[in-house]
């Protein structure tokens, strides 16, 4: 089987006639493939990055995220909040219209008014549209079964907290706030998912489920970059070849404009060990590398009052502490990773927060110290110690075999037991797995997002806490955190959070995740950022993607 490496660069230099001309007559298309497919166009249920990306180009909110994560206005163009932090006041732009829908009378899109939010965000609330980010808001102030939200006028928007949230503002810009037009909702029904109507950069133009869908110029789009109106693409193309090879080889090819991650299987060939570009893909396209608000993790059930974990000895803190100490995360990120992403030893909360803590190392590579807690926890050697299973995905499964190797080096046996993605989800949320693998990425740019895993009023399955992790102390902290507007006293907080929990070690921090974006040199203005948002509005595309190709002729 001829390698992917052999393949590439028969593509790239192969000689012959040139690779297709841009089609469209001339028009600017934005092309990239979604392996995981896209299952709702309707911002109500955004909750997987392939849904979160397509309806970040159709829909807008009322304030959005900047490259490095800074809050700017959107369909607000400026907010007050009061100084005791439990009432936020937006005043809306003018100038902000749906996009041209039969859904509207004579099928123009109408001006965005404050009751057009009220609308959009009690319809995530609403039980039966069942939006699985109705939880993002449980701070809103409700009286009886109506939510605070209040509209004094056609430009203001107000909205009520039961007690302050610092961290409020950041969950407003996820998709799950974008603003929708109560009569697209009530013309479609159900169908809204395909018959999306939004006010953002692109509009919808035609979707055909598993292979294409395509969104084009939003040409009366509010926002400009200096004194252009955005956006500047002419459309965006967006295919779903499931096979990620056969995604990359269009790539390759200039069918494609734009990937996103790289795959296990031909990682080797195109990064160095180092995560950089081998020397053959120099030039033939760009790579932008950045940290990603994602922190891959161990985890450790630790309730007891759960029968089955009543005698596991992972209820000892010291077995814990032991198989954090017990492998090289850095080894782990430059062999097995090719050094995307940064070796976990800091806490739980992930590079790229603010309040990341680079100077605080909790669980460096230590296998002497690893063997004295588990002389302490009273299995020396690991006589005694039944053997450890951890249930994990088939994709993690090398990163969990080199931590069984190193964890049986300080005497502790590990299985592993490899579950579906479902399959695993399910049962880690009932509370069934004793030590699992899990990741969190972030909903909103704030550390609350993380240490609200472990805080003792979210206990899966009603909430993220998969470890049922629960320290009086530690939720007090927690809501003090919560009550605190100042960032930097805040942020001192969530240190001294990140710091119980490392301490009690309910997880194991793998490493923390890097987004990889792999561009074509003719596209101008990609960002990235550690939310991992795709955002076209401002992309160029001009010329031709790579060198003339062909795949015709031999050379010479």
């Not at 969190?440 to 806490?465: M, R, T, V």
Request: proline share 6%; charged share 25%.
């Amino acid at each position: 089987m001829k390698s992917i490496l052999f393949v590439f660069i028969t593509l790239l230099f192969l000689s012959g006639c040139s690779m297709r001309p841009e089609e469209n007559n001339g028009k600017t298309v934005f092309r990239y493939n979604e392996a995981a497919n896209i299952t709702s166009l309707d911002p109500a249920y955004a909750r997987d990055q392939a849904n979160i990306w397509v309806t970040h180009q159709i829909y807008n909110g009322l304030i959005q995220l900047g490259s490095h994560l800074e809050i700017l206005p959107c369909i607000a163009k400026s907010w007050v909040i009061t100084a005791d932090g439990k009432e936020y006041t937006f005043h809306l732009r003018n100038d902000v219209f749906f996009h041209d829908s039969q859904a509207f009378e004579g099928a123009k899109g109408r001006r965005v008014v404050a009751s057009d939010v009220v609308y959009s965000f009690s319809r995530i609330v609403d039980q039966k549209v069942a939006s699985p980010g109705s939880w993002i808001f449980n701070s809103v102030e409700k009286k009886g079964d109506r939510y605070s939200f209040f509209t004094p006028d056609d430009s203001t928007f107000i909205i009520r907290l039961k007690q302050p949230f610092p961290p409020f503002l950041g969950i407003l810009t996820t998709m799950y706030c974008s603003v929708v037009p109560h009569e697209a909702i009530e013309k479609f029904g159900n169908d809204f998912r395909k018959n999306p109507v939004g006010t953002g950069p692109f509009k919808f133009r035609i979707w055909k489920e598993g292979v294409k869908l395509v969104l084009v110029k939003n040409r009366a789009y509010f926002e400009f970059d200096h004194e252009n109106r955005l956006p500047y693409l002419d459309a965006i193309a967006i295919t779903f070849l499931a096979d990620k090879q056969s995604a990359f080889l269009e790539f390759v090819q200039g069918k494609l404009d734009f990937m996103s991650g790289i795959d296990p299987g031909y990682k080797d060939e195109l990064l160095t060990r180092n995560g950089k570009l081998r020397n053959e893909f120099i030039g033939k396209f760009k790579l932008i590398a950045q940290p990603y608000l994602n922190t891959e993790y161990l985890g450790f059930l630790v309730d007891p009052t759960i029968v089955s974990t009543k005698n596991n000895p992972l209820r000892l803190k010291q077995i814990r502490q032991s198989i954090n100490y017990s492998f090289d995360r850095r080894k782990m990120i430059e062999f097995l990773r090719n050094k995307i992403g940064t070796p976990g030893i800091n806490g739980i909360i992930p590079k790229g927060m603010p309040s990341f803590d680079t100077n605080k190392i909790y669980y460096d590579y230590d296998p002497e110290k690893a063997r004295k807690l588990l002389v302490e926890a009273g299995y020396p050697g690991g006589r005694g110690l039944p053997p450890l299973t951890l249930s994990t995905t088939s994709d993690y499964l090398d990163i969990c075999k080199y931590l069984q190797y190193k964890a049986g080096e300080t005497g502790i046996e590990i299985k592993i037991d490899i579950s579906p993605p479902a399959a695993l989800k399910e049962m880690k949320a009932q509370a069934k797995l004793p030590f699992f693998r899990a990741s969190w990425i972030a909903d909103y740019p704030d550390a609350e997002n993380y240490l609200s895993l472990f805080y003792g009023k979210n206990f899966s399955p009603q909430g993220p806490n998969y470890t049922h992790f629960y320290r009086k102390a530690f939720d007090s902290l927690l809501e003090k955190a919560m009550s605190c507007p100042n960032d930097s006293i805040r942020f001192k907080y969530y240190q001294e959070l990140d710091k119980m929990i490392m301490e009690e070690a309910p997880i194991v921090v793998l490493f923390y995740d890097q987004v990889l974006r792999f561009v074509q040199n003719n596209i101008e203005g990609m960002e990235s950022d550690p939310m991992n948002l795709l955002t076209l509005k401002k992309i160029k595309k001009t010329g031709t993607a790579i060198p003339p190709v062909s795949i015709h002729h031999k050379p010479g």
